[in-house]
């Protein structure tokens, strides 16, 4: 029953060792993450003392900060999903990492929408010096400022989006995107501020991203982590993008051999669920809060029914619907790319509509 807990947290001790040897040419985020690490374990020991009194608390948490945007992209997630409710008030946002982090999360990821049009979630993150942030940007809004931001908050990486080189990155993202998200890269270079770069991999991209040559570009530039999220065709007609089975496979080994080859940490996501028994939605590895705060499985499963709004995030880790998805991941199967929850949200919504 635990043993995928145990895999899931020895990845993660990994990760963070190839981090720091990754890191040692920059000192000062090397020493943070040599901090981090140990600040991990008692995060994980935190959920192990949680666990054995019968509460499931992921290391990861993934938080939509906030629908707005300054640009629009073709089939993106957030515009896909519509503008939710209202933000969450700043102090509510500090109370939630801090409940996070005395539970015994230790990862946090910042999407949106574009993070950094939302203060109150940077703000707490900065506060959260025992936590691993990535924001999750894209790029173009990167200035000074921002730089010198990162450069003070060392246990607080920024992640850049792109789709592949500048023709692919731009035919998504608008003109100029990828000049501006370049900029921003060796921006943080000089500064000497560690980064890293998420790609959705479709069907459209995958021999573009899944090379060398776009690894190296990449490396060169000062990128020190790769993050290959699978596309899920959240866009109404755009099952054409979908990665197959054979993609999927050949997408985990790419990452595998470049963690051995690029000195950088590559992470396919969600990637090879099956070692872990399945999917590790809804509090089994990670949880998803959606831009008004409602608890949901995943970023690709927009179902709730909890909020952070009233509720603490110790009762919302237990509602009704995380508990019955975290029964069922065995049964959750991916079928061909992206997004097992995706694929049944049929399921998520008849559990919802039976709960009422
Ligand atoms: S940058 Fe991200 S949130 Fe903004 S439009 Fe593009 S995909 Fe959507």
């Not at 503008?83 to 990862?107: Q, T, W």
């Not at 574009?114 to 979630?121: F, K, N, Q, Y």
Request: some cysteine; proline content about 4%.
């Amino acid at each position: 029953m635990t043993a995928y807990k145990d895999l899931f947290n020895s990845n993660i001790r990994i990760s963070l060792k190839t981090a720091i040897n990754i890191l040692s040419a920059y000192p000062a985020s090397a020493s943070t993450f040599i901090r981090l690490s140990e600040a991990m374990k008692r995060a994980e020991h935190r959920r192990s003392l949680n666990a054995a009194c019968g509460l499931d608390v992921p290391p990861m948490m993934i938080v939509s900060t906030t629908d707005e945007c300054n640009l629009a992209c073709i089939g993106c997630y957030a515009c896909e999903r519509g503008k939710s409710a209202d933000g969450l008030p700043a102090e509510r946002v500090g109370e939630i990492m801090n409940e996070a982090s005395e539970l015994g999360v230790g990862i946090v990821l910042l999407a949106g929408g574009e993070p950094l049009l939302s203060r109150g979630w940077l703000d707490a993150m900065t506060r959260q010096a025992e936590m691993v942030g990535l924001v999750f940007t894209n790029g173009t809004l990167i200035n000074e400022t921002y730089r010198n931001w990162f450069a003070e908050n060392r246990h607080i990486i920024p992640v850049l989006s792109l789709e592949g080189g500048e023709a692919l990155t731009d035919s998504r993202r608008g003109d100029g995107v990828y000049a501006k998200a370049a900029a921003a890269m060796s921006g943080f270079r000089s500064a000497g501020v560690p980064f890293g770069v998420s790609v959705t991999v479709t069907s459209e991209n995958i021999n573009t991203v899944l090379t060398n040559e776009f690894v190296t570009e990449n490396v060169d530039r000062g990128c020190r982590l790769f993050v290959f999220v699978e596309y899920v065709p959240v866009a109404e007609g755009t099952d054409t993008l979908l990665l197959t089975k054979v993609d999927k496979m050949r997408l985990s080994e790419f990452a595998a051999k470049a963690n051995r080859r690029h000195g950088a940490l590559f992470i396919a996501f969600p990637g090879d669920e099956s070692q872990y028994g399945g999917c590790l939605a809804a509090g089994r590895g990670f949880i998803h809060i959606s831009t008004g705060g409602d608890v949901e499985p995943c970023p690709f499963a927009p179902f709730s029914d909890i909020s952070l709004r009233e509720k603490p995030l110790k009762d919302a880790l237990q509602s009704e619907l995380l508990r019955v998805v975290r029964a069922n991941h065995d049964k959750l199967t991916e079928g061909d790319g992206g997004c097992a929850l995706w694929h049944n949200r049929e399921w998520l919504t008849s559990l919802l509509s039976a709960n009422k």
